[in-house]
């Protein structure tokens, strides 16, 4: 074998290897590129390739990104001309049979929404478009806003070559036998100045052109165009395939509106940024606008518009401002547009009627009349007299307006608004840093009635006794702040809540709200003639807060809070004394408890408490509310006079009482004082606790230094007096049937006393029984040296007394020494009715007693 043959059996075996290592690597390199790109598919069939081009039979091309880009493409027929195989891009020519592209989304724009692709990106694109591009049929399936929508039709394309212009484009679509044509052409005098014209044509005829002139001058790009079309007779048609790219159905046309006009031009300075990124935001120049749509016409993203509007506008640093301006349309805002607004606030049409006023030439200040009627189910009216300052510094001067808004049922999440009837007269002005608005007296709304759960109201009146000012600022930072303050006046002919009688509230206040919370604070009556001083304040993400003073209520006057709260015991009249309070309620947002505070002061109050007389009463209450536990604390409670049918008194109570809020009336009392005097001694309950969710419990009383003679004199026996002092202890057992003494004792203290007992009635008995005439004279004059009784009382009201009575008269037999043994029942609430049934009571508790006995 000869030398170079062997060199080349070890030179082949390496070229093949870096073949496949080249290979592996532009396979490894393609398949990154491809996950990175999102490339998911990419198939052809039928390729061949010549000197003279590229032919594809078909191409399947599918894309899903994760920058929100999911297409999916299918070409047929491509044939791709090229001018050499060592330079084939830009190509000569591109021809494809057909292509229909399917795309699912795009990629999600910007937050500030403006794009910020370079304007030479756009000029690298073009540079690689075919000198020629003919698509026979083109197929779109793209995004809409009913869903899909489905596209056919053509395009050519065709430019001069190394440069993109001049440049001619015709783009034809095709639906329900007609055609609609752009045809785009475009050229340049030299790289700074350019020229592009265009014509929107229907079935071959020119309907719409526009003509636009692109200068460039240093970092400035100069955009001069027009705009006009002078009938559509197509509009019907044209209509129709409008509404498969809106998001509701638009109105049919009646007629076809022939004389249907539009005219634009424009003159913009369009600031680049580095990159040749145009700043649209500092778009400068002058705009003029005329449409005439004598029947209502779709615009995507607004809704459907018809009327007229002659504008004019300049703009300098990005900020544009009418110079001329004239408006009389009409507008069906699109679904989306109100989104945002309370269903029953949506308006269904808008009417705009914008006039210019004659008030002579001033320089700079525009005056315009303004009226705005929204029609639906909650009707509103908008008029104004304004003046927009076309020149610096700009501002609008708001005059003379008057907002009017009526809904006969206004629905605001939880709250139900009915017969709304609103009036709103302000005036203001706005500037580009804030909005001052002043809302005058004449300002009123009235409701006819309110619901909120278990709250209602109806007849409500909100007024202004003076202006309220609305002021919104935007601070540097660009978000914006807002304060309402001033004062008002809130007027309920009737307020319906289970806790409160119904009748009139009136509140009159001063108001201060923003964005962060709202206070409220003033007198809140009612027509009881409850006062009670008020301050609200509510942070909007936190909880509400409500304090108030009762204002000093003088019951000689009347009790407003008997006739004000559906709770107060019907059993309790208070005819004098003062009452005073103040408390605090914080309500938490979401699932939280509420908590809160209440201090209640009592001085001298005197009436009826059921079938009781009740005179002198001062008390001091104290209450708390927290975590769903209700505590209230009786810093003193003190009565002068009690009369249940016989007079006691003065009574003492110190303590406390805690619940849930869930139980109330199952919580724990307990107390460090509680005790009366009565009948000239005192009786009182040692501290204890005693809790109302327990079924049995025993609690211990005491009884010192009664005075036999009161006893005597309060219980209804005739002739029967005496003296002493009596002690005595009680085991009191309470259960669910009531309280009673299971072991009592009485007792007379050291050395005794006296009984004396002369009755007609007991003398009658003696003359007819020896042995009770000697009880009987016994009686007359019996000095006692032990008096005890054993003490029962059961549920039911009965009272069993077993007494022990030694003694003597010393009249009788010598005085020698008598032992009674006496046993005695009494019933007490009989006992109490009888007393009640007197003259020892008022006229009151008489009448209620004889009520309760029918």
Known sequence: MTKP??????????????????????????????????IQRLEWQGLRISAQGLFINRLNYVQSTDKGLDLALEVDGINLGISSLFKPFPARSLHVDRLRLELLSLPGEHEDGASTTPLEQYERWAAWLPQR????????????????????GALQLQHAGESLLPLDARLEMQRNGRQLSLTVGAQHSDEMHSLIEAKLLIDEQPRLETRQQLNRTGELLLWNGTLSMGSLPEAPWLLDWLGEWTSYEPTALPDMPTDMRLGAGWALALPQLPGAVLDWHGAAGDLRLSAHLPAFWPVIGLGELQGEIDLAANGQNGLWLPTELKANFRLRPEPALVAELPKSLRPTLLNVDIAPVDTGTIQGRLPLQLRLEAQGSSPATLQASVQLATAPPYALDVEQA?????????LLEELSLQGLDAALSFSGRVDLERVVLQLHKASRVTLARLNSGELAASQLRAELPQPLSLQIERNEAGSTAWHARGPMELRLGALDQPQLITQGW???????????????????????????????????????????????????????????????????ELNSGRLLGDGKIALPTG?????????????????????????????RLAGTLRRNHLQMNITELRLAQLNPGFTFGPLLLRGAYSASVDQPEQGRLSWQTAETQILGGRFWLEPATLDLAKANQQLNARLQGVQLSEVLAAYPTEGLTGSGIIDGSFEVHRSATGLSVQQGQLAARAPGGVLRFRSAKIEALGQANPAMRIVAEAL??????????????????????????????????????????????????????????????????QRRVQERLR
């Open 5 to 38: 043959s062997k060199m080349l059996l070890w030179v082949l075996p390496g070229l093949l290897m870096l073949a496949l290592l080249a290979g592996g690597f532009a396979w490894h390199q393609w398949s990154s590129f491809k996950r990175d790109q999102g």
């Open 133 to 152: 591009l003919n698509i026979a049929d083109l197929q779109l399936d793209l995004p809409c806003a009913k869903g899909r929508c489905d596209e056919r």
């Open 402 to 410: 008057r907002l009017q808004l009526r809904s006969s049922n206004l």
């Open 506 to 572: 009136r509140w009159s206040g001063q108001l201060d709200v923003d964005a962060t919370r709202l206070n409220a604070s003033g007198p809140l009556t009612n027509d009881a003639g409850l006062t009670l001083a008020t301050n609200l304040n509510k942070a909007w993400d936190g909880s509400l807060q409500v304090s108030g003073k009762l204002q000093e209520v003088f019951l000689r006057a009347g009790n407003p809070l008997a006739r004000s709260f559906a709770a107060w015991p019907a059993a309790i």
């Open 591 to 619: 699932s939280g408890t509420p908590s809160g505070s209440l201090t209640l002061e009592a001085r001298g109050l005197a009436g009826i408490f059921d079938r009781t007389e009740i005179s002198g009463l001062d008390a």
């Open 780 to 845: 007359h004059d019996f000095h006692y040296d032990l008096l005890s009784s054993d003490v029962r009382y059961d549920e039911t009201g009965k009272l069993n007394l077993g007494l022990r009575l030694n003694g003597r008269n010393p009249a009788l037999e010598g005085g020698r020494p008598i032992n009674f043994a006496i046993n005695l029942e009494e019933d007490i609430p009989a006992l109490l009715t009888s007393l009640q049934l007197s003259d020892r009571v008022s006229e009151t508790i």
